[in-house]
């Protein structure tokens, strides 16, 4: 396993022109490490490459330019595993997302493989103990460990083999066209996804506040945004969420609220100035609670979910696959009440399995 570090624009076209060499597309696994954890503003900190001939890191942090990258990955075949969160950071950081994405996850699920994090599906095949122990490290820190290094040499190290592997048998399985539409259908949601995120502060578990709690809980959010950019640290080192959604409901039931003994004089008079200029705000700039759209949920609709979901239970089962991968719950619910078309909420191996092909 090669461990070079590729610190400049000049090393990193020049590996990547070899890595191209003799190939009309190029195939490489890739992962990504950043400073969520550690500080306000996540960065790309690291970027984990394997092709065929062995495994690189590339620092973002030190080359002042990655187009050569984003070129190379514009027509290429990219493996990951739980891409997502990978192509996420591409996008911000290029613009675009490569060509082809192949994700592990998504081929080991397909095969109905139960636990399928990298770590039990290294396990799986090849009998390799990958450690954990610098899952929540501070990748923007320089140099990095040895450890550090190792670590995330391994979360690419073995994925074009297990890529193979996969491939092979979900093509036995004839389950490989699944395989092609569901990491299709992966990436454009990551391409569709809108990351400006305008109501950010309505954060999961504020959609049962009144109107006056979720004015609180948008004025916290915005305070905690600024301690947290003026520390420059993740959000929750100031308050969790949970946090947030407890002080607002106590907020609007007039109760006092105890802050941590060790925030500092400073913080605590802004948390008491924001929660003033809640108070003094009139009723109808209060946020609106969001219009869920409320189904009528009569004995004929629960009859519908349940025959799907009975059909549903039926092909996986048959499949030897989880039930939620054919389609989720929440999506049969939609389909019962004819609020959505089979065509839109399901790929075509997904209606296939529900009997829903045309």
């Not at 990748?139 to 290094?149: A, D, E, Q």
């Not at 979900?170 to 992966?186: M, N, V």
């Not at 009144?210 to 993740?234: N, V």
Request: with cysteine; hydrophobic share 40%.
């Amino acid at each position: 396993m090669g461990s070079d570090m590729i610190d400049s624009t000049a090393l990193l076209a020049k590996h990547l022109a070899t890595s191209r060499r003799g190939s009309t597309r190029q195939v490489c696994a890739i992962d990504t490490e950043a400073d969520s954890l550690h500080r306000y503003r996540e960065s790309l900190c690291l970027i984990q490459f394997a092709d065929r001939d062995g495994c690189v890191l590339i620092d973002p942090l030190a080359i002042d330019d990655l187009s050569c990258l984003g070129t190379y990955l514009s027509t290429a075949t990219v493996w990951m595993h739980g891409a997502d969160y990978d192509m996420t950071m591409f996008k911000r950081q290029f613009g675009a997302l490569p060509a082809v994405v192949y994700d592990t996850q998504i081929g080991a699920r397909l095969l109905g493989v139960r636990r399928f994090g990298l770590g039990d599906l290294v396990n799986l095949y090849f009998g390799v103990e990958l450690s954990k122990s610098s899952q929540k490290a501070d990748w923007g820190k320089r140099p990095l460990s040895p450890k550090m290094i190792e670590y995330a040499l391994n979360d690419v190290h073995y994925l074009l083999e297990m890529g193979d592997m996969i491939v092979a048998a979900l093509k036995e399985k004839g389950r490989y066209e699944w395989f092609e539409e569901s990491c299709l259908a992966a990436r454009q949601r990551v391409m569709d996804r809108d990351d400006s995120k305008e109501e950010s502060w309505r954060v999961q578990g504020s959609g049962t506040l009144e109107p006056y709690s979720l004015a609180c809980l948008r004025a916290l959010w915005h305070w905690r945004d600024g301690e947290a950019k003026a520390w420059d640290r993740p959000s929750f080192m100031v308050a969790p969420n949970r946090q947030l959604l407890e002080w607002s409901v106590e907020l609007a039931a007039k109760k006092i609220v105890n802050l941590p003994h060790h925030y500092r004089p400073d913080r605590v008079k802004r948390f008491r100035a924001a929660v003033a200029a809640v108070q003094d705000l009139p009723e109808a700039e209060w946020p609106e609670r969001p219009s869920g759209k409320r189904r009528k949920r009569d004995r004929d609709f629960e009859r519908k979910v349940d025959d799907l979901l009975k059909t549903r239970e039926l092909a996986a089962a048959k499949l030897d696959i989880e039930g939620s991968l054919i389609a989720p719950r929440a999506i049969l619910e939609s389909l019962a009440a004819g609020d959505a078309q089979p065509a839109d909420v399901l790929l075509i191996w997904q209606r296939a399995c529900l009997g829903m092909e045309a």
